[in-house]
């Protein structure tokens, strides 16, 4: 099983601010990963698709990053409403797998 | 726009089978190239991939999960279900559906979850 490890687990940050989370897998899985968001009480959403390729309707301060073990997620110009989880996902191996989460509030 | 609802107890006693129904609806769950997972995630953690099944019955399972899960299709009402069976509270959680265009995509459309708790 491919283990996704994100950094970091919990982050404050301002408005404004660019907010960068890494995701790092165990094994090399390409291009097969992929970001989500999610706000409490809420489904996750559909950021960020093979790692680069942004999914329809999602703001362009959201971008992402990578391949092989190392990828990331960059949120510039950070907003209130971007309060939320984030999660990475494999899709290269079965089992599929997320990174444990990385919790992002706003100050 | 595609839409899914998971419907199913929101109670199952310990050792029995937990059966969820996650209901497509604005799209044919025929259409050529999805596949439908079931996801969960316990209360305060993180996302937990269960399982998918392509409209022709395929499927693939977590190893972790596999010997007590079964994913279905009945393509005639454009639904596919879950069954877990002898479960323990380890497996009270938020169970959602989703779609992904292919075996390899994300998850572009996802239900609003519901909530399975096992309590006797």
């Known amino acids: 099983e491919i283990v996704l490890t994100q950094s970091p687990d919990f982050q404050s940050v301002t408005p404004k601010e660019k907010v960068t989370i890494t995701c790092r897998a165990s094994?090399?899985?390409?291009?097969?990963l992929h970001w989500y968001q999610q706000k409490p009480d809420q489904s996750p959403k559909l950021l960020i698709k093979?790692?680069?390729q942004s999914f329809s309707g999602v703001p362009s301060r959201f971008s992402g990053s990578g391949s092989g073990t190392d990828f990331t997620l960059t949120i510039n110009s950070l907003e209130a409403e971007d309060a939320a989880t984030y999660y990475c996902?494999?899709?290269?191996?079965?089992?599929?797998?997320f990174g444990q989460g990385t919790k992002l509030e706003i100050k | 726009q595609v839409q899914l609802q998971e419907s199913g107890p929101g109670l199952v006693k310990p050792s029995q089978t937990l059966s969820l129904t996650c209901t497509v609806s604005?799209?044919?769950?025929?259409?050529?190239?999805?596949?439908w997972s079931w996801i969960r995630q316990h209360p305060g953690k993180g996302l937990e991939w269960i399982g998918n099944?392509?409209?022709?019955?395929?499927?693939y399972y977590n190893p972790s999960l596999k010997s007590r899960v079964t994913i279905s299709v009945d393509t005639s009402k454009n639904q596919f279900s879950l069954k877990l069976s002898s479960v323990t509270a380890a497996d009270t959680a938020v169970y959602y559906c989703?779609?992904?265009?292919?075996?390899?995509?994300?998850?572009?459309?996802w239900g609003q979850g519901t909530l399975v708790t096992v309590s006797s």
């Open positions: 989703a779609r992904a265009y292919g075996s390899g995509n994300g998850f572009d459309y």
């Open positions: 604005g799209g044919s769950i025929i259409s050529g190239g999805y596949y």
């Open positions: 099944i392509y409209h022709s019955g395929s499927t």
């Open positions: 094994q090399s899985i390409g291009s097969s």
């Open positions: 093979y790692a680069s």
């Open positions: 996902h494999q899709s290269s191996s079965l089992p599929q797998t």
